[in-house]
């Protein structure tokens, strides 16, 4: 069965500071890796996705993730936080066969201070 | 614009009622879930459809109960038999192959 730990419930950081939210996961095969964002009352976005080739991803709003398979962890980082990116962070992973169903992990609360 | 409605974004009942969910589609997508979150919880499913008239029990699906006669529409009931109702019910989709999900905005239920 797969499964998504995030070790860290909350994380507070400077406005301007850099941001890395973990995520270990587990799976019998290839994984299929995800990063989702939540504002609150809201739904989830996709902010990038890992199947295969280069480790390093880059997605939406100026956020990477690399996927360490020695490690099973899928972190995301940012190079410099904005008081905007203070959010509900969701890490998932995903069997594809015989049918596409993910599994989150329970979040990590950005906290922004100015 | 493409994207997944859900309706209302809140709901009140009160217990001993069934409630419904309304959770539609325009992005053409053959996959829909629900989930329910909770504070701490993350996401868990409740039950998910591949196709039109067939749909699967999630790890928590007791108490609830789901239909889909059309691709775009996957409608949540949420019975007396569920013990805690209240919580936040998010509705996805996605598409073949794309293996990833696009979520609605939410409703929040609250039952008294």
């Known amino acids: 069965a797969q499964s998504v730990t995030q070790p860290d419930i909350h994380i507070t950081v400077s406005e301007g500071a850099s941001l890395e939210l973990r995520c270990n996961y587990s799976?019998?095969?290839?994984?299929?890796l995800f990063w989702y964002v939540q504002s609150p009352g809201q739904g989830l976005q996709l902010l990038l996705k890992?199947?295969?080739?280069?480790?390093l991803v880059q997605g939406i709003k100026g956020f990477e993730a690399e996927f360490k398979r020695s490690q099973s962890s899928f972190n995301l980082r940012k190079p410099s936080v904005h008081w905007s990116d203070a959010a509900e962070y969701f890490c998932?992973?995903?069997?594809?066969?015989?049918?596409?169903?993910?599994?989150f992990g329970r979040g990590t609360s950005l906290i922004v201070h100015p | 614009d493409g994207g997944i409605t859900q309706s209302p974004k809140y709901l009140f009942r009160k217990e001993g009622q069934n409630v419904t969910l309304s959770c539609e589609q325009n992005?053409?997508?053959?996959?829909m879930y629900w989930y329910r979150q909770d504070p701490g919880q993350g996401l868990r499913l409740i039950y998910y459809?591949?196709?039109?008239?067939?749909?699967q029990k999630g790890d928590i699906a007791e108490g609830y109960s789901v239909s889909r006669e059309k691709k775009e529409s996957f409608p949540l009931t949420v019975t007396s038999a569920q013990k805690n109702p209240t919580a936040f019910y998010l509705c996805?989709?996605?598409?073949?192959?794309?293996?990833?999900?696009?979520f609605g905005p939410g409703t929040r239920l609250t039952v008294t």
């Open positions: 996805a989709s996605s598409g073949d192959f794309s293996y990833e999900q696009y």
């Open positions: 799976y019998g095969a290839t994984p299929y």
């Open positions: 890992y199947f295969s080739g280069d480790t």
């Open positions: 998932a992973v995903a069997r594809v066969t015989p049918i596409y169903i993910p599994t």
């Open positions: 992005l053409n997508h053959d996959a």
């Open positions: 459809s591949q196709i039109v008239n067939d749909f």
